[in-house]
């Protein structure tokens, strides 16, 4: 839960899933990504080192085509991890799957948001390996 962490610089972390003025200081945001065919899933896949102490949270946002929202005001969307992602202290990377399903159905586009959080600005999780595959069933 992103509430309960703090970042040193900002103070109290704010919630990540408005569309923007988010207060995070680590965070890695995708681009928009256009797809040529619509899809209806996202597998997200991810190295993580977690060190104690520390949290990764990945968020998403789909559009459907035609669409006429613009696509910087829709807000993220939490994802859950597939299981549990372990808390590591010797540095090591498990990987975690996020299997996405949007609400929406059907999208062309698409972006990815990963936020990570730390009680203590020395001790950081650590992501690796980032893909992502939009899916069509």
Known sequence: NSTNYTNVKQGTLGAETVANGTSAAAKYITRKVELANEADLLDVYIGVNRPSD?????????????????????????????????????????EAHYAID????????????????????????????????????
């Open 54 to 94: 520390t949290n990764i949270d990945v968020y998403y946002k789909v559009q459907a085509a035609g669409q006429d929202t613009n696509f910087n005001t829709l807000a993220w969307i939490a994802a859950t991890p597939e299981n549990t992602i372990p808390i590591n202290d010797g540095g090591r990377f498990s």
């Open 102 to 137: 949007p609400a929406i159905g059907k999208f062309s586009s698409f972006a990815i948001k990963i936020v990570g959080q730390s009680y203590n600005t020395g001790v950081i999780p650590m992501v690796s390996n980032f893909r992502t595959l939009a899916l069509a069933t």
